[in-house]
């Protein structure tokens, strides 16, 4: 089969490194794709969202099969355009429609979906302009830390966690009426914080069946310790140490098995994966949000750990046999550590030249902001690689990776090294 991947972070590169080293695919295109994906594949450059171009490459290069990597070409419907076109419409294209893809796009649209369906989340109100004062009274009535976010898709930069009150007030007031994150904050879910530790437990579908794959835990903060501003994401764990068997067939049971019946029961044909982002609240989940695709940097350490062809799945999803497909999980744990530029989540410079990786050993590097120049290798972005390593623990797997972390070289690279110490405590080793 041949295939084309959507995407350039590292969420597509591990795909692309596991794809390729399917039987079943014979040709694999990245679109943009970066320096790591050309590796296993052949870049095209076309942005994941310019779907006409998309669609010419499709015909072109006769394509079996698209996977979607990033939530915003599923959210402007690029699984609804497939399907509309009679040249591409028997193409399957792992993600879903618009339709599901709102479980991601609009805050408020998935919240009312767990209401609905009795899907155990934060309790929570929206508003926008027309009732800002409302909002104002919802916030007196809860306790901090107050929890904004942003109703649409803002590049995982959406929520705010304040524990002023009239901060609190004024942030909503920035979102709001001077549109502090563009449209995408016009609306604004106020709700209560959840206390607890989060994971993230990721679930592919064909519609009707489902399959759990490992769960994660990752890092979103800049800062050790969970501190500074939010990010796309510093590193990750997997398995999660405190995600017991008892602690997933809850997870199973109260949020994957009514998510699904609820897609089905609204009409919703969803194909592709679920990522829920969850709380750990003494030992019941509670849903924080949904994704309507893999996470990044989540994919680098779950992916890894799946032992069986990952296209196999990917054809149980198209052709809604998944329940007939089963998948291997590797025991040992998987941690990656994410290289970032200097400045990073804020302002950063591009086409820092990145040396050494030659010297990586017993690790994976997966590429997220890089590109190559000059037949050099350069940084490209906020986040630049994830170092992904397996081990028999947290501590050996991470060990592996900072020590690789530490090998490569380019100019104000920054990287956190508290990534999985907090779930030490829970760990025997």
Request: aromatic share 8%; net charge neutral; proline share 4%.
């Amino acid at each position: 089969m041949k295939v084309l991947i959507l995407g350039s972070g590292g969420r597509e590169h591990a795909f692309a490194w596991k794809l390729s080293q399917s039987p079943k695919v014979t040709k694999l295109y990245i679109a943009p794709g970066n320096a790591g994906t050309e590796t296993v594949g052949t870049n095209v450059n076309i942005s994941a969202t310019d779907f006409e171009s998309i669609k010419t490459l499709v015909l072109e290069k006769s394509i079996d099969m698209v996977v979607v990597g990033p939530e915003d070409p599923l959210v402007k419907g690029i699984h609804d355009y497939f399907l509309a076109d009679l040249q591409l419409k028997k193409i399957p294209v792992i993600g879903p429609q618009k339709s599901g893809a709102q479980l991601e796009g609009s805050k408020e649209f998935s919240k009312k979906f767990m209401e609905k369906h009795n899907i155990p989340t934060a309790k929570y109100k929206s508003f926008s302009k027309e009732n800002i004062t409302d909002g104002y009274r919802f916030l007196e009535s809860l306790k901090p830390p107050y929890v904004l976010k942003a109703d649409g898709l803002a590049a995982g930069k959406g929520v705010l966690i304040l524990n002023d009150l009239n901060e609190a007030k004024n942030e909503l007031s920035m979102m709001i009426e001077n549109q502090k994150f563009g449209t995408a904050s016009s609306t604004v879910v106020v709700e209560e914080f959840l206390t607890g530790i989060e994971l993230s437990v990721f679930v592919l579908t064909d519609g009707k069946s489902y399959k759990i794959l490992p769960s994660a835990k990752d890092y979103k903060r800049i800062g050790e310790g969970d501190t500074g501003l939010n990010t796309g994401g510093m590193g990750a764990v997997s398995p999660v140490p405190f995600a017991t068997d008892e602690f997933i067939k809850k997870v199973e049971d109260r949020i994957v098995v009514p998510t699904i019946n609820g897609l089905i029961k609204d009409g919703i044909d969803y194909k592709g994966f679920i990522f829920i982002g969850l709380m750990n609240d003494g030992g019941n989940p509670f849903v924080i949000e949904y994704n309507v695709r893999m996470g990044d940097p989540e994919t680098e350490v779950v992916i890894p750990r799946i032992k069986s062809d990952l296209m196999n799945l990917f054809e149980g999803v198209a052709n809604q046999n998944l329940h007939e497909k089963s998948f291997e999980v590797d025991a040992r744990t998987a941690t990656t550590v994410m290289l970032v530029s200097g400045g990073y989540p804020e302002d950063y410079e591009k086409g820092k030249k990145i040396t050494h990786l030659d010297l990586v050993k017993d690790s994976i590097v997966f590429h997220a902001g890089t590109t190559k120049k000059d037949n050099e290798i350069i940084t490209n972005g906020g986040r630049v690689m994830a170092i992904t390593s397996l081990g028999e623990n947290i501590k050996q797997a991470v060990s592996q990776s900072f020590l690789n972390a530490e090998c490569i070289k380019y100019d104000k690279k920054y990287y956190r090294k508290d990534i999985g110490i907090d779930l030490l405590s829970f760990t025997k080793n």
